[in-house]
């Protein structure tokens, strides 16, 4: 029989609860499958893992949630964790939606997916106090040619601090041996790697910043308001929409010395990034020429990338800087625009160059 393992905290009905920001796609789902199962399996504990997902999967922010709990104690709950003893975000730019860090206290540990130090994930997250963790899975994961879900799953058995190492490799091995075996060792490198360059600072109450009060997120819309079907009709909404965490650590960056405005990524972009200005051609005949991307709308696809006969844009590893630094706003129509309220977010800070709404303000 295992012998059980002691969780650190627990709350008020005797659970140790994990919680994952992430997109569909990276495997925060499949890293709380095998972190549950190993608890359960190996280590002595009841626990459960389950995921919340939008209405589209791959692309889109989804949460993920573990719950653990002494053996003699059973899981007969399903809600989604609010108040997470330990939170890992797959995806920097996830910092920046509304609910990505609610409900943590003061036992809270934070591991995060960045390049980023502690100390600057503290200010960005506006923490308190409590525990960071920085890993730069993304980077671990390409250099070994596997997913970051793996490399964050060993950043969060060295931050959990109470998880066995080798209980989880032996269930990451079995998970994969039998349909993947060439895949075994790669992932367990990215394991490792994750678990030994996780660098994890606390910080003590300090008065920087202050505890917000947990409030449960309610939906603007629901069942009693939602416009027939579903469907939101007023134009120009997709404007406020923020693809940013639906990248995967690649962007295209634009080279406007390269460019010939042929326009062939403006028709192969799905989601109109592109922003265009009137100018002149190299004859100096009127012409629409190609200013940049608006990083808010694009999804990382990299289609334009590859279109683009004269690599006028590049793939790059998403850095903020660079992002905040390039990116143009792509500024609506008016009549659109004026239907919505102003409350378009800047995931990097305010851009360099005005937005319709600073142009009118
Ligand atoms: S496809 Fe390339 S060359 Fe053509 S407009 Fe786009 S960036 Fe410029
Ligand atoms: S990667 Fe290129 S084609 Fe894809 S959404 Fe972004 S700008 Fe558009």
């Keep these: 029989m295992v012998e059980s393992a002691k969780l650190p905290y627990t709350n008020e009905l005797g659970f140790y609860e994990m919680r994952f920001e992430s997109i569909g796609g990276l495997g925060a789902n499949l890293a709380g499958q095998i972190l549950a199962e190993a608890m359960v399996l190996g280590q002595g504990l009841n626990g459960a893992s389950f995921s919340s997902y939008g209405s589209e999967k791959k692309g889109s922010p989804i949460k993920s949630f573990v719950r653990l709990c002494a053996a003699d104690r059973e899981v007969r709950t399903s809600s989604p964790v609010e108040r997470p003893h330990l939170l890992a975000i797959f995806h920097e730019a996830l910092t920046g939606l509304d609910g990505t860090t609610e409900g943590l206290t003061s036992e809270s540990t934070v591991v995060v997916n960045t390049t980023r130090t ?92 202050d505890w917000i ?103 790059e590893r998403e850095e903020p800087e660079l992002v905040r630094r390039t990116s143009i706003e792509l500024v609506g129509p008016p009549e659109a625009l004026v239907a919505m309220e102003r409350s378009k977010f800047h995931l990097y800070g305010e851009p360099e160059s005005p937005g319709y709404w600073d142009k009118i303000s």
């Design 118 to 209: 502690p100390a600057e994930m503290r200010d960005i997250l506006q923490l308190p106090s409590g525990r960071i963790g920085v890993v730069d899975a993304l980077g671990i994961a390409v250099q070994e040619k596997t997913r970051l879900n793996t490399a964050m799953l060993g950043a969060i058995t060295q931050a959990a601090g109470f998880i066995d190492r080798e209980v989880v490799r032996k269930t990451i091995a079995d998970a994969l041996s039998q349909r993947y075996p060439s895949l075994v060792e790669p992932n367990l490198r990215t394991f490792d790697r994750g678990y030994h360059e996780l660098v994890l600072e606390d910080f003590a109450p300090d008065g920087k910043y």
């Design 213 to 315: 009060p947990f409030t449960r997120f309610v939906p603007a819309l629901g069942y009693a308001n939602v416009p027939l079907g579903g469907t939101i009709i007023n134009p120009g909404n997709t404007i406020l929409k923020d693809l940013s965490p639906s990248r995967q650590g690649f962007v295209p960056l634009f080279h406007r010395d390269e460019c010939i405005d042929c326009g062939k990524c403006e028709m192969t972009c799905p989601d109109y990034c592109f922003v265009w200005e009137e100018g002149v051609d190299k004859r100096g005949r009127p012409a629409m020429v190609l200013q940049g991307i608006d990083y808010q709308h694009c999804k990382g696809c990299l289609k334009c990338v590859e279109i683009c006969p004269v690599e006028a844009l590049t793939m």
